[in-house]
Every structure is written in C-alpha cells, then in structure tokens.
C-alpha cells in the first residue's frame, strides 16, 4: 500500500487518478485550492479507501510544504507525489489577456508544478525514495495553436523543467517522470479552448472527438503506468504519436462524440 498525493484531484484527469489508486487499494491525498472543493471530494471518494483532504495554493510555497507535511503526519510517508494542478486562461490573443489570469496560470502550472517538485524532492531524498511526476499538456511537444499561448508556454517549459531534473537526480532513489494524457474533455479543455468563432470551434472539435478519451479511459492506464515505471525520466503517455496518425485513418472515430457527450454532462450537473 502506498501513499499517493495528487494535487489539483477535486475534480477532473486528478480527480479520476485519485478514484483509481484507491480502487488499488492504495491511500490518497486529496487536494484543491479550497475546502469547498476538496471536501465534497473527499465525502465521495471516502467509500472507496483512505483518503486525506488538504486545500492547497500550489503557486504559493509554505502550502505545499503544508500539504506534505499533512500527508507524512497521517500516513507516515508519501510514495508517489503527482503534480497535476493546473489553470488555463480563457481563449484569446496574448494582447487580450487579463494579467491576472496570466499570472495565475503560470502559477499554478509551472510554479506550482516546481514548488511541489522542490517540497517532494527534499522529503523522498530524506526518506530514501519515491515518484515525482509532472503533467503534460498542449504545448509540451512544441507545437502551438493561436490563443493558447500562456498554457502551452507553461506546458512545453514544465517538459524542460522535468527532462532537467531527471537528468539532475538520475543518480537518486527518487523516480522523475511525467504524465501525458492526451485529450480529455475536462472543463480546462473544453472551456479554455472555445473560440469565439464558430468556424474555429467547429473545426478544434472534430479534432478532439478524433484524438480526446474520457477520463475514465485514460486514468486507470495512466494510474497503472505510474505505479509500475521504475525509469528515471519516463514520459508516460496515452496519446502517442502512432495513435493519433492511426486515428485520423480510422473511419470510426470521425464519428464519435466526445466533446458534445461532455458539454450535456456538464449542463446537466450545472
């Protein structure tokens, strides 16, 4: 049984990582940057195995050396620390965009990401070992898409930040990696990816319907990867490049639903 920490897991990829761990048996913190979104997390999730509760800012550093510090305190020790917090923008041109938003995102994204990496590191280097992963998204293989700039700016930085440090500690009891999900509908996809253009969304949504997987698709897999890597710098990723190419050939997945599936399930719990 191990203890797993998956930030940014009320809701969403983090939250479908946190249900599958426990379904393993395994103990799982959960987090979000309130306690009104962790704790209707927690009423849920409980019934499926041990679960700690923690709101947690991951921009802001002495709280996530809390969120360890909360983990290590109930269960003994943390196995596996998943940085999975995330924020997008809304859709725009870069010289449209509130600061403020920019300012959070590459806080939560790539701050975030390496104050919870630095807080991991120290506590795994002390207790001889453990699994850092970082999350992947659009931008992390370099490719850009007009409106998109500030989150895949973050995404493509975190892939350095995570190659980096693999490199750093190859030499350590401590597993770097990242995980890479591909496209799956959740409200950070869909809602940070919506032009204002019907033309554009029409068009950004045939192509996730081809490439996009629900959450309950990709996360047992990712959450199974996970557990078994012992590869320092091991990029686990659900869409590979082969995949996505078949998948544009495929006849059947020109006739799938996924973004549309999403959009009357998330109007229906609103």
Same mark, same amino acid.
């Given at each position: ?10 809701? &969403? ?11 393993? @048996? ?22 499926? @195995? ?26 003994? #020790? ?28 590459? &806080? ?28 992947? @998204? ?20 975190? #892939? ?111």
């Amino acid at each position: 049984m191990q203890t797993i920490v998956v930030t940014g897991s009320t809701r &969403g990829i983090g939250r479908g990582l946190a249900m599958e761990f426990l379904k393993r @048996g395994h103990r799982v913190v959960v987090t979000g940057r309130s306690a009104a979104s962790v704790d209707p997390a927690v009423a849920e999730l409980s019934g499926l @195995g041990d679960v700690l509760g923690r709101p947690c800012d991951v921009s802001d550093l002495a709280a996530c050396q809390a969120l360890w510090d909360a983990a290590v305190a109930k269960f003994g #020790r943390v196995d596996v620390w998943i940085n999975n917090a995330a924020l997008a923008p809304d859709f725009g041109l870069f010289a449209d965009l509130d600061g403020a938003q920019i300012a959070a995102t590459v &806080g939560a994204n790539l701050t975030g990401t390496m104050y919870g990496t630095q807080v991991a590191l120290k506590g795994m280097l002390a207790q001889g070992g453990g699994k850092i992963y970082t999350f992947e @998204g659009f931008g992390s293989n370099g490719m850009t898409n007009p409106g998109l700039a500030v989150y895949g700016t973050t995404k493509s930085a975190i #892939r350095y930040f995570t190659d980096a440090l693999a490199k750093e500690y190859e030499e350590s009891p401590v597993l770097i990696g990242s995980l890479s999900p591909g496209m799956v509908p959740t409200d950070l996809l869909i809602y940070s990816s919506r032009s204002d253009d019907p033309k554009q969304w029409e068009k950004s949504k045939r192509v996730m319907n081809i490439l996009g997987d629900k959450v309950e698709t990709v996360t047992p897999w990712l959450a199974e990867q996970a557990l078994a890597n012992e590869k320092q710098g091991a990029r686990i990723e659900w869409l590979t490049k082969g995949k996505a190419m078949r998948r544009f050939l495929l006849p059947g997945y020109k006739n799938r639903h996924i973004v549309e599936d999403y959009e009357k399930e998330y109007e229906a719990k609103s």
